[in-house]
């Protein structure tokens, strides 16, 4: 089950550093209005997604 929430949580980076990419490559209106947005959640994601890594190695580490 932790291996799955983990794995959840890199596609989602992942997914969102697509995305933003995408709006940068496309350029226009499309990167003004989305390419910052992008950008925060991105580092949202990213934030989130070690913290679950970090919970889920504590959790799985002998103590």
Not at 4 to 11: G, L
Not at 14 to 26: C, E, K
Not at 40 to 63: D, E, G, K, N
């Amino acid at each position: 089950m932790a291996k799955v929430i983990v794995f959840i949580a890199i596609v989602v980076v992942a997914l969102i550093l697509s995305a933003g990419l995408y709006t940068l490559w496309v350029g226009g209106d499309t990167a003004k209005s989305w390419s910052n947005r992008l950008m925060r959640w991105r580092v949202l994601a990213q934030f989130i997604a070690i913290i679950i890594i970090m919970i889920v190695l504590y959790a799985t580490s002998p103590h």
